[in-house]
């Protein structure tokens, strides 16, 4: 794809992984934590490492397992 198409996918893949979702399943409040999250996030998609919201989501639960 295109860059800046490429990019715009992984921009809606990140939005998809909302806060709602967040708070739910890794029991996260808004703030530092939840924005951490979510560039690590956003790092990994336009490196290459998920390219979907179920890798998104998948990679978000093992890093904040991981996380201590």
């Given at each position: 794809l295109h860059y800046p198409l490429r990019?715009?996918?992984q921009m809606c893949i990140r939005d998809r992984v909302?806060?709602?979702w967040l708070r739910n399943?890794?029991?996260l409040?808004?703030?530092p934590e939840m924005?951490?999250?979510l560039e690590l996030l956003r790092n990994a998609e336009i490196s290459g490492l998920v390219s979907s919201d179920e890798e998104a989501r998948q990679f978000l639960v093992e890093h904040y397992?991981?996380?201590d």
């Open positions: 990019r715009q996918r909302d806060g709602h399943k890794l029991h409040k808004d703030g924005t951490r999250l397992q991981n996380k």
